[in-house]
């Protein structure tokens, strides 16, 4: 599949070759462990075992490098396997990294409560500030990790404008797009040297698969990656890499649609009497608006807000929302709530990314924005 196709035909194409036995336009599920040899060492295709490849997760890795336009696509049973794989991958004891000041929760617990035990150390930086990304370097620094929108509070980083930083620097820039999805954001053609996504968000689609994925352009660290991803195993089984590539067949007609709703539940929150900030960079008072608008295509699905009333008063806006439903996760076609200082990001408590307790998190859905609308104008009281 060539990489002059558009985006939308690159989703449904890249990988997506009609099995050569059937002519099924589907690639099927190999939910297989081992594979017939022919003599020691005739391998049928490079396959040998599962762990190190099998066809369906090939046919996902193809696709997922077509659509970010990097060399190598690795598919993972989860997100964090991929960081971690990633993590394990550039860094050794004694290295250093700077990572963002609004991230996951979950990717600073790996840093702080695994890598930092390993002999990795973090310093944690405003990287929606390119001189305070650049103060944060050591000497030992070999990589900047990213989030750009950041979780939760929608922060927007210059990718371009870092990278050329990490460069000087000699370390590798991160980025995490799992917010943007490629449809929306293509870090490595603006200088990235690897792209982090947690495919069970926008990638699915569907919140019914967990999976994670790395893609990147050098082809000296897709060897080093391919290698510890079969080193260490925490790859995508066949069934959940068939959900992945399912779900990217329709990345870009949703991501327009969570857009669209987004930008009608921004406008409704911004005028709302109970609501004492929006957080959405497609707003032009977004400190980050214009960044944005330079590197992506549009604004994306996820929209924050800190409830006048504090954290009580958060929680119960999550409690009395009923489409909108209370959960942990984002990025399916249902909307999703949640509180993130007691949910999604409580292991970041006490730390220097501690979020707001009065802060509300959306992962607008595609549903009707008008019943989306109703429901959070009652939510709020």
């Not at 930092?116 to 305070?132: I, K, L, M, N, P």
């Not at 009395?320 to 984002?330: C, D, P, Q």
Request: negative net charge.
């Amino acid at each position: 599949m060539s990489d002059q196709h558009s985006f939308e035909t690159l989703a449904i194409h890249a990988g997506n070759t009609a099995d050569p036995l059937t002519g099924a336009v589907v690639p099927p599920i190999y939910q297989v462990s081992t594979y017939k040899q022919d003599g020691v060492g005739g391998l049928r295709g490079g396959y040998e075992y599962s762990r190190s490849a099998n066809p369906t997760r090939t046919a996902l890795e193809e696709n997922l490098a077509a659509l970010e336009g990097g060399r190598r696509g690795l598919a993972f049973a989860s997100g964090l396997a991929a960081e971690d794989c990633l993590l394990r991958t550039l860094l050794t004891p004694g290295d250093h990294v700077v990572i963002p000041n609004d991230a996951y929760g979950g990717t600073f617990r790996l840093f702080a409560k695994v890598a930092s035990r390993w002999g990795v150390e973090f310093s944690v930086a405003d990287t929606s500030d390119v001189a305070a990304v650049r103060a944060a370097l050591t000497p030992r620094t070999k990589a900047i990790w990213v989030e750009t929108p950041s979780n939760p509070l929608l922060g927007i980083t210059d990718i371009a404008a870092v990278a050329q930083v990490a460069r000087q620097a000699g370390a590798r820039l991160v980025v995490d797009n799992t917010f943007a999805s490629p449809y929306l954001q293509q870090p490595l053609a603006l200088g990235a040297d690897a792209v982090v996504h947690s495919t069970t968000k926008y990638m699915g689609g569907h919140s019914d698969v967990v999976g994670g994925a790395l893609v990147v352009s050098d082809p000296e660290l897709a060897e080093e990656l391919a290698y510890h991803q079969n080193a260490m195993g925490a790859v995508a089984g066949p069934f959940d890499a068939w959900l992945v590539l399912r779900g990217i067949k329709t990345l870009a007609v949703r991501m327009d649609r969570h857009t669209e709703n987004a930008t009608k539940v921004a406008d409704l929150l911004t005028r709302h009497p109970k609501v004492s900030q929006v957080l959405y960079p497609g707003l032009p008072e977004h400190p980050g608006h214009e960044v944005a608008a330079k590197q992506m295509k549009a604004f994306g699905g996820m929209v924050s807000f800190r409830v006048a009333g504090g954290e009580e008063a958060a929680v119960e806006v999550c409690n009395r929302a009923k489409l909108f439903t209370l959960g942990e996760s984002l990025g399916g076609v249902e909307s999703l709530l949640e509180h993130p200082g007691r949910m999604t990001h409580a292991s970041a408590a006490g730390s220097p990314l501690e979020v707001p307790a009065d802060l509300v998190r959306l992962s607008v859905g595609i549903e009707n924005g008008d019943d989306l609308i109703a429901d959070l104008t009652q939510a709020l009281g």
